[in-house]
């Protein structure tokens, strides 16, 4: 018999036509009340569950006693509640490396855009206020040749590496949970403590994943380390990062600019003062978001959950000791 997949992300029509194959497929294609009372009407008799953006807790989970797998389409999990899910011994997936590049592509675009201005001065041109050449008043600061400082050097961080390095001619520092002797290897980068890195780098960027140890890390006292010519970029989780003490770092000029890709509440608010700041570029959460990346990334979460829905390991698991409890099983 087919098992059942409730997915709340709609998929191109060929992946569609994948797992109509293999499963029983429920589609709720958008999570407005109605959509999540559907959800909450789907989930008793479902077996497989697919789907981003939305918190997964205990209460929803509750309503899904016969649930085998997650399957994330996102590389981050904060959406869920995984100590839950393995002690439901449900099998959590996510779909890392596919989305490294074009993530650290948003990141590289949100640098040149906030150090060059783009946004703002592309601005200037649209509402016919181009009068004349542009003065200091409207200069950038160069990208090349400066620090490039990353919080948390894992795929994404590399990637950004890379590019700084290779592509920008860039010294690069970063701060991570271990020292990593490869990165040093091929960036010639230097590890540094959060504050060392906070005082040294031009541009500050967080590539790393929001965990009850990264909520609220940079605050008033960092941004307070940080220089006024030091541009700050947040490609992770907003929740990294106090957003109120952000603006008031812009807004007192401590820093120079930000590049913001993910926020305290999205989406943002349309009054935030963010948006009231000319040197803050903000784009609505689109770190993997183009259709290349984004269908590589639902086939992998489409791989990851007939895998597991079939009794195979999927290539992507988060919490592997539930993989480990079902093959023990499996074995005797
Ligand atoms: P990853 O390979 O796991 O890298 C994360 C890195 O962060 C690891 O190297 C880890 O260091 C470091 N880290 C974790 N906690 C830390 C802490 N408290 N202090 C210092 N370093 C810490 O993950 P990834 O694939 O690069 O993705 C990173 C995050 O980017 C995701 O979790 C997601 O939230 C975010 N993301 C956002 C978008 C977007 O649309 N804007 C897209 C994709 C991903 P160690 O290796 O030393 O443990």
Not at 78 to 100: A, C, E, H, K, W
Not at 167 to 178: A, E
Not at 260 to 267: G, I, S
């Amino acid at each position: 018999m087919k098992k059942h997949v409730v997915l709340y992300k709609k998929l191109s029509p060929g992946l569609m036509a994948r797992l109509h194959a293999q499963a029983e497929v429920t589609l709720i294609d958008k999570l407005d009340s109605d959509g999540l009372t559907r959800l909450r009407d789907a989930l008793p008799s479902a077996q497989g569950l697919l789907g981003a953006s939305l918190r997964l807790d205990a209460e929803l989970l509750d309503l899904a006693p016969n649930l085998e797998a997650v399957a994330s389409v996102s590389v981050g999990i904060d959406n869920y509640d995984v100590d839950y899910l393995s002690q439901r011994n449900i099998l959590l997936s996510n779909t890392p490396d596919v989305l490294t590049e074009t993530t650290a592509d948003t990141g590289f675009a949100l640098i040149l855009a906030t150090a060059r201005r783009v946004v703002e001065l592309a601005n200037l041109v649209r509402t016919g206020q181009w009068k004349q050449n542009i003065g200091p008043m409207h200069f950038g600061s160069d990208v090349h040749g400066k620090t490039l400082g990353i919080i948390g050097m894992g795929r994404i961080g590399e990637a950004l590496a890379q590019r700084g390095h290779f592509g920008f001619g860039m010294p690069v520092i970063y701060h991570s949970h271990s020292v990593k002797p490869a990165v040093h290897k091929r960036f010639n980068a230097q590890h540094r403590s959060l504050p060392q890195l906070l005082e040294q780098a031009d541009f500050i960027c967080l590539t790393l994943p929001l965990t009850a140890e990264t909520e609220g890390l940079i605050g008033a006292r960092e941004f307070a380390l940080m220089r006024p010519e030091s541009i700050f970029i947040n490609i992770s989780r907003g929740k990294v990062v106090d957003e109120a003490a952000l603006i008031e770092a812009l807004r007192q000029g401590q820093i120079r600019a930000a590049g913001l890709d993910v926020f305290e509440r999205e989406p943002l608010e349309h009054d935030s003062p963010l948006l009231q700041l000319n040197n803050v570029v903000a784009t609505p959460h689109i770190g993997s978001a183009t259709h290349e990346t984004r269908e590589a990334m639902a086939r992998c979460a489409v791989d990851n959950l007939l895998a597991a829905l079939a009794g195979e390991r999927p290539l992507n698991v988060v919490n592997g000791e539930v993989w480990d409890r079902r093959r023990a099983t499996m074995c005797t």
